[in-house]
């Protein structure tokens, strides 16, 4: 069957021109014959048409965007088999995409925060439904043309699932588990992994989106294979240390830390970020921005004490002793932060100026805080009853267990420098 414009599908649409096109399928602009309305029409492609798989995911995507009900995701009209060409319908969205608009560069502070709070309101009505994106990146994001009051939308739910299929098994996932899929700038630790994923992984790309809107570039560059290793052990240069014409907020630049957390269950819920966010939205302009956001809460952090900078741009490394057992994993995510873990026994204690109580040895905290060391301690979140002794005994800041990996070099790297300040 020719596809062409003028063609009209299952007689009701008939196509005007392309919209884009992409793996499995091509976006037409198109009108609704009889009630006159321009509309998006996407067809799958003719070469895969016959691939029972292809079929089902098409169908899927179709009725997982329709199961959505959002200002910020597309509105799904229709669905239908024509002699074999399967179709949705979905609303016309007249803009760019986000993509688009950041080539012209980063976005103003105020746009960027409006641009990120909208799309985590789509993923917080797609997380309710326990639904899973899994492709959040500026392609999948149409700015709305010529509407200033119309908000972003959130397209392009072909790679989503969801996260129970039990209860909703003709929405359940496509892939099995070990399958990658997504895009690599914007792909959460767990994804590159191939490990199971939940609306913690939508969080971590929207941190990447929102890092980029900012930066002009995502957070992680390079080959692909270099990529997956910086998302899966590299914390991101916080962008207080970059030299942006408008460095944001330091709350903002936390809560992007915070969303682009190696630790799944540290990262903040799409609906925490709408409500963070909500501070820098206001009517007026002119406070755009400018409000303080409240406290970040973050579950990786039992004591925060902002002594000092974080980890100065192009220093070299340090190194940090270590008492206590440290997984392999966790070793080799520190070196990506230029931290290197050196073993610290009573019989052979290092030079190091910083040493980390990785756990079980809170015991030798007042020792090595007289010994003139500054002393990172592990604290289970279950003996929380232990800080106010660890800091008696010394102890000049604590991590809660499970370990956030960005959170602990951070407090590794502070420690370093408030021990080169007292040396």
Same mark, same amino acid.
């Given at each position: ?36 309305? !321009? ?25 997982? =965007? ?24 979905? /609303? ?15 976005? !103003? ?11 985590? &309101? ?29 908000? =972003? ?36 630790? $767990? ?20 890092? $980029? ?43 992007? &830390? ?70 392999? /994993? ?31 040895? /809170? ?16 604290? !289970? ?14 102890? =000049? +800041?604590?991590?809660?267990? !499970?370990? +956030?990996?960005?959170?602990? =070099? ?14």
């Amino acid at each position: 069957m020719e596809i062409a414009p003028g063609h009209v599908i299952a007689g009701k649409y008939r196509l005007v021109k392309i919209l884009g096109t992409g793996a499995t399928g091509t976006v037409w602009r198109a009108m609704q014959l009889g009630l006159e309305r !321009p509309v998006a029409i996407k067809l799958l492609h003719e070469h895969i048409a016959s691939r029972e798989d292809a079929k089902a995911r098409f169908e899927r995507e179709a009725r997982v =965007a329709a199961s959505l009900a959002h200002p910020s995701s597309v509105a799904v009209l229709d669905f239908g088999d024509d002699a074999g060409q399967l179709y949705f319908v979905m /609303e016309l969205v007249e803009g760019e995409t986000l993509r688009s608009r950041l080539q012209k560069g980063a976005l !103003p502070l105020d746009q960027a925060i409006t641009i990120v709070r909208q799309i985590a &309101q789509a993923l917080a009505a797609a997380h309710r439904l326990r639904l899973v994106h899994r492709d959040i990146k500026p392609e999948n994001v149409i700015l709305p043309e010529d509407e200033p009051e119309e908000p =972003a939308k959130v397209v392009d739910f072909g790679l989503a699932f969801v996260v129970d299929p039990v209860d909703q098994p003709m929405l359940g996932r496509m892939t099995h588990d070990g399958s990658v899929v997504g895009t690599p700038a914007y792909m959460s630790p $767990e994804q590159v992994r191939g490990a199971s994923m939940g609306p913690p992984s939508d969080v971590y790309s929207l941190g990447c989106v929102f890092y $980029e809107l900012i930066a002009g570039k995502p957070p992680f560059s390079g080959s692909v294979g270099e990529i997956f290793a910086r998302h899966a052990y590299a914390p991101a240069i916080p962008l207080r240390q970059l030299p942006l014409a408008q460095p944001p907020p330091v709350a903002i630049d936390d809560l992007i &830390q915070s969303m682009l957390s190696k630790s799944a269950t540290s990262r903040p819920s799409a609906a925490r970020i709408v409500h963070l966010l909500g501070a820098y939205v206001r009517p007026s302009a002119d406070r755009i921005g400018r409000a303080s956001l409240p406290v970040i809460e973050r579950d990786g952090r039992v004591l925060s004490r902002p002594w000092v900078e974080e980890e100065p741009a192009g220093q070299g490394g340090i190194s940090v002793g270590v008492l206590g057992a440290v997984d392999p /994993e966790l070793s080799l995510a520190l070196a990506t932060a230029r931290i290197t873990l050196v073993p610290w026994t009573a019989s052979t204690p290092g030079a190091e100026r910083v040493v980390w109580l990785a756990g079980g040895a /809170e015991e030798r905290a007042a020792e090595l805080a007289a010994a003139g060391k500054i002393v990172v301690a592990s604290l !289970p979140r279950r003996d929380a009853a232990l800080l106010p002794a660890l800091i008696r005994a010394g102890v =000049a +800041d604590a991590i809660a267990t !499970p370990i +956030d990996t960005d959170d602990l =070099a951070r407090r590794l790297w502070r420690a370093e420098r408030l021990a080169g300040e007292a040396g």
